[in-house]
């Protein structure tokens, strides 16, 4: 078998891993490496649409392969004198998607929609409802293409894509390959793990995972299934590596209920938008501490979304929409004011110890009309920053908590601060409640230890040489390398 790495090694995200054996190839993943396009791209600096692809292939931002590509983006192409690429009938058998997050599927939107797609029921109703409140863009064409991109949006054909979904532990074949999905924990619902038979290799793809969120009773029957198959190569995620804690969800839950508990003035939160095991959290606490959450049209919509798809969302009865105001409304937001209860600004005003808004980076400036009393708090739930553009974005939004005197700010004094007063502004850090969605360095330990494979290959990870520490076969490739194994 051969593996070819397109994405996805020696950095978290952007997995485009191309596994071939005789004339079967399917690609695992097809996302967005953000570290590779911040080499080139930021805010207001994209690659440019009317162009399709030639700026991300220019970039190295996806692979040069023909047989891959969109015929209507190979003709732009093709009228822009780049004659590099052909288009070709698919050469790959189907992408098998992991799940949502956009570093897994975002650049499936350029591939031939011919090309199948094999994916969990409840990503793709992930999808479907992203689909429907994410802008119109090259990049999020992952469901349904938008053909001849050269030609004006209002001109162009909707054509679907062909996603094919499958079933937990049910295996089916493509081509000399039977692929067995196992349903796991991410922070996203309808992550898979694919367990891959070939003739003489048997691969493990990890995706994106977590263990900490798994029953018990779970977790043994999929350490049962693994234990029993010899696994050959196992292509595993490490964004966590270096991490020797073990958190759960129900730590947030209690650290955040009991800040929630006390306060007297309004709560504002933030979490992932995707979250759905955060979004039940902070649900949970807003019940039992009788408070009414009250979330954006991109929140809500998510979640109203995915409910009318027959995905089950709890607590959905004790939800407001918060009625932003717009120059223009999208046509989702208006479906949305029609269908669902929305909150009276004037109450949440007034009332505000009755409410948990959730307001996210780019909607802090609501809280000029709502105007947070005294003793309101900021609960942030996300993720902390990591790298230098977040912390300066950071500093910015604990700018406006201050700005409106709301708690769930600390300042991180050393020794050294005391000499350089002019720093104190820096140390200011969110009072965080929050747990990744990936798996920490002491359970993949544990994880890899039971299912024993005979080779282990980091992904998703800038730390692969730790996997050593507690792993004795471990081979670290490079982007743009391709093994046999
Ligand atoms: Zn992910």
Redesign the pocket.
């Known amino acids: 078998m051969k593996i070819s790495f397109y994405g996805g090694v020696g950095e978290i995200g952007g997995n485009k891993i191309l596994i071939q054996e005789g004339s079967t190839r399917l690609f695992l993943d097809f996302g967005k490496s953000y570290h590779e396009a911040s080499k080139y791209f930021e805010e207001y600096l994209n690659p440019r649409s009317a162009h399709g692809i030639k700026d991300y292939l220019e970039l190295d931002l996806i692979p040069r392969l023909e047989g891959l590509y969109r015929k209507d983006l190979i003709d732009i192409l093709r009228k822009e004198e780049w004659k590099d690429l052909k288009y070709t009938a698919p050469f790959v058998d189907g992408v098998l998607l992991s799940?949502g997050?956009l570093?897994?599927c975002a650049y499936i939107s350029f591939l031939d929609e011919k090309i199948p797609v094999f994916t969990s029921e409840t990503t793709a109703k992930v999808l479907r409802s992203l689909t429907k409140i994410r802008p119109k863009v090259l990049e999020n064409e992952i469901l349904e293409v938008s053909v001849p991109h050269s030609k004006q949006a209002t001109r162009r054909k909707r054509r679907k894509r062909v996603i094919n979904t499958i079933s937990n532990s049910q295996p089916f074949t493509i081509k000399n390959l039977t692929i067995t999905p196992l349903f796991i924990d991410?922070s996203?619902p309808g992550a898979v793990m694919y367990f891959i038979k070939g003739k003489k290799i048997n691969l493990l793809y990890s995706g994106?995972f977590r263990l900490s969120e798994i029953p018990p009773e779970r977790l043994q029957r999929l350490y049962q299934f693994l234990a029993k198959k010899k696994i050959d190569v196992f292509l595993c995620e490490g964004t966590r590596v270096q991490e020797k804690k073990i958190v759960r969800e129900k730590d947030v839950y209690r650290r955040a209920k009991s800040i929630i508990e006390k306060v007297s003035g309004l709560v504002v939160a933030d979490y992932s938008l995707t979250d759905i095991t955060r979004f039940r959290t902070l649900a949970a606490i807003a019940r039992e501490t009788g408070r009414t959450m009250v979330l954006p049209f991109n929140y809500f919509g998510y979640l109203a979304f995915l409910k009318e798809q027959g995905y089950t969302i709890d607590d959905f009865k004790n939800i407001r929409l918060y009625p932003k105001k717009k120059a223009a409304l999208k046509r989702w937001e208006k479906e949305l004011l029609t269908k669902y209860p929305v909150v009276d600004k004037k109450d949440l005003k007034e009332h505000q110890k009755n409410f948990l808004v959730v307001l996210n980076f780019y909607q802090i400036q609501e809280l000029i009309d709502i105007q947070p009393q005294k003793g309101s708090y900021f609960l942030r739930a996300i993720t902390e920053p990591h790298s230098e553009e977040m912390e300066i974005s950071e500093g910015r939004f604990a700018n406006w908590i201050e700005h409106f005197q709301m708690l769930g700010l600390v300042e991180q004094k050393s020794s050294k601060d005391k000499k350089n007063e002019k720093d104190k502004k820096d140390k200011r850090k969110f009072i965080r409640t929050h747990i990744s969605?990936h798996i920490s360095g002491k359970e993949l330990e544990l994880f890899i230890n039971k299912i024993k494979p005979r080779l282990v290959i980091p992904i998703h990870t800038e730390h692969p040489e730790d996997f050593q520490k507690f792993c004795k076969n471990v081979l670290i490739v490079r982007r743009g390398e391709s093994i046999e194994v």
Do not use: K, P, T
């Open positions: 799940h997050h570093d897994h991410h996203i994106d969605g």
